[in-house]
């Protein structure tokens, strides 16, 4: 019993762990909540940054840094897109910013508008 116990400990850690690994996404087009268009941008965004569970930006030249102040959900669109949802507090001006990760593209709320980044 205290193996298998210790074996499930084992397992969990891991789990963990492999959720807080750090990684980056890369996009190149911006468009806010009420525009048509798509701007042009050079945008590197880092998750779980330097071994925590906030978030970077890097945005030519400029870092901001956001910090996760609640636990990461997993939800689904009406249409069935999956997609991870967590609220940060934003270190230039210590807004509330909620961000929601897609796979193909980024969604950060703000205040009550939105900007989507993509691929």
Do not use: W
Request: with cysteine; net charge positive; hydrophobic share 35%.
């Amino acid at each position: 019993m205290k193996k298998l116990l210790f074996i499930v400990m084992i397992i969990l850690s891991s789990f963990m762990y492999a959720q807080e690994k750090p990684f980056a996404r890369k996009y190149n087009y911006s468009i806010l909540e009420n525009e048509k268009k798509y701007k042009k941008i050079d945008l590197t965004v880092v998750f779980n940054y330097n071994g925590t569970k906030d978030v970077v930006f890097y945005l030519t030249g400029r870092e901001i840094y956001m910090y996760r102040i609640s636990n990461t959900t997993n939800r689904k669109t009406k249409y069935g897109d999956k997609y991870q949802v967590f609220d940060c507090i934003n270190g230039e001006g210590g807004e509330k910013i909620t961000l929601q990760i897609f796979d193909k593209f980024l969604r950060v709320f703000m205040y009550e508008d939105y900007v989507e980044y993509h691929e």
